[in-house]
């Protein structure tokens, strides 16, 4: 089924690295987002790229969508451990009458 | 404050006992979803509703209703109950009418089927 993939499945890395986590698709999509999960709880939206936009930027947070590769990339640049926690890649695939599907999810550790 | 609620956060129930979980958001949101989230599954939309009183299957389904009679609210029913109905579940909210397609969500619903 339409799915976006992430990678890596897990990332562990220092406070003050960036970390890079990818999210590649299949089909055609009208806009694909990132959102974050702590630990048992809600998800919260970070970010929105539409198919016509190839960056985008918010606060510590960097996106990049390649439609001819089908992938995107969001980065966190100077991390901390409050980034701790798990990130999804969710898509609007076209013609899907606006679903949002989601990723299987990125866990992401943050050493102090 | 813009929120999704949802009731209860937390429920154990045995198999074959009718049960509602409640979602309500105050943001004037037409469409609202239902997903539950299972380890090494992620998050799978059950079902979704683009307005009031218009409701549509999401990837998984069975063994769930759901009806939309408000713009605010839109409950969970699971009529009788399995374990495999074990999960995490979400409720989220969204106004695709000004393309904003960013979606709210609750903070959680932790149901265990015995």
């Known amino acids: 089924s339409q799915q976006g993939e992430e990678d890596p499945q897990a990332l562990s890395i220092q406070e003050g690295e960036n970390a890079t986590m990818n999210c590649s698709y299949k089909?055609?999509?009208?806009?694909l987002q990132w959102y974050r999960q702590n630990s048992g709880r809600g998800l919260v939206h970070l970010i929105l790229?539409?198919?016509?936009?190839r960056e985008k930027h918010s606060g510590r947070l960097r996106v990049t969508l390649d439609t001819s590769k089908k992938s995107s990339s969001l980065l966190i640049t100077a991390s901390r451990a409050a980034d701790t926690a798990s990130y999804f890649c969710?898509?609007?695939?076209?013609?899907?009458?606006?679903?949002?599907?989601f990723g299987k999810g990125i866990t992401l550790s943050v050493r102090p | 404050e813009a929120q999704v609620t949802q009731n209860p956060r937390y429920l154990i129930t045995v198999t074959g006992k009718k049960l509602t979980v409640t979602c309500s958001q105050n943001?004037?949101?037409?469409?609202m979803s239902w997903y539950r989230q299972d380890p090494g599954l992620g998050l799978r939309q059950i079902y979704y509703?683009?307005?009031?009183?218009?409701?549509d299957k999401g990837d998984v389904p069975e063994g769930y209703k759901v009806s939309r009679k408000e713009k605010r609210n839109f409950p969970l029913i699971l009529e009788s109950p399995s374990p495999n109905q074990t999960s995490l579940y979400f409720c989220?909210?969204?106004?695709?009418?000004?393309?904003?397609?960013?979606?709210?969500f609750g903070p959680g619903t932790r149901l265990l089927v015995l």
């Open positions: 509703s683009m307005n009031v009183e218009v409701t």
């Open positions: 989220a909210s969204a106004d695709f009418g000004l393309q904003q397609e960013t979606q709210y």
């Open positions: 943001m004037n949101h037409e469409y």
């Open positions: 790229i539409r198919s016509n936009e």
């Open positions: 089909t055609s999509i009208n806009n």
């Open positions: 969710a898509l609007i695939f076209t013609g899907a009458n606006s679903k949002l599907t």
